[in-house]
């Protein structure tokens, strides 16, 4: 089992940034590759962004390239989502995700292959 717990939602205006953070307990952070994912009210949940094991590798949805970085430290265990120039249409409920990789390189952009995810934090954009 992993454990994974989001922190560092909240409200902004537009232009605004945020940083959510989200710690890992349980099995072997380093053997999972992470991902951030969102849910807007009445909508699917998407990928928002994703890294490999190794940090090393990253992918992005194109809605947020450019705006969002991820990155993530094993050593502590955690994985962050910088986002900046936030827009309305960035208001969700951002969970993060676990992915079992054996390729230190690998990620997953899709959300049906994670094993883990957390209870999610609000992210809320305003006009």
């Known amino acids: 089992q992993v454990q994974l717990v989001e922190s560092g939602g909240g409200s902004v205006p537009a232009g605004g940034s945020l940083r959510l953070s989200c710690a890992a307990s349980g099995r072997t952070f380093s053997d999972y590759a992470m991902g951030w994912f969102r849910q807007a009210p009445g909508k699917e949940r998407d990928l928002v962004a994703t890294?490999?094991?190794?940090?090393?590798?990253?992918y992005y949805a194109d809605s947020v390239k450019g705006r969002f970085t991820i990155s993530r430290d094993n050593a502590k265990n955690t994985v962050a989502l910088q986002m900046n120039s936030l827009k309305p249409e960035d208001t969700a409920v951002y969970h993060c995700a676990a992915v079992r990789r054996y390729a230190s390189g690998s990620y997953s952009t899709n959300p049906g292959e994670y094993d883990y995810w957390g209870q999610g934090t609000q992210v809320t954009v305003s006009s």
């Open positions: 890294i490999s094991r190794s940090g090393l590798t990253r």
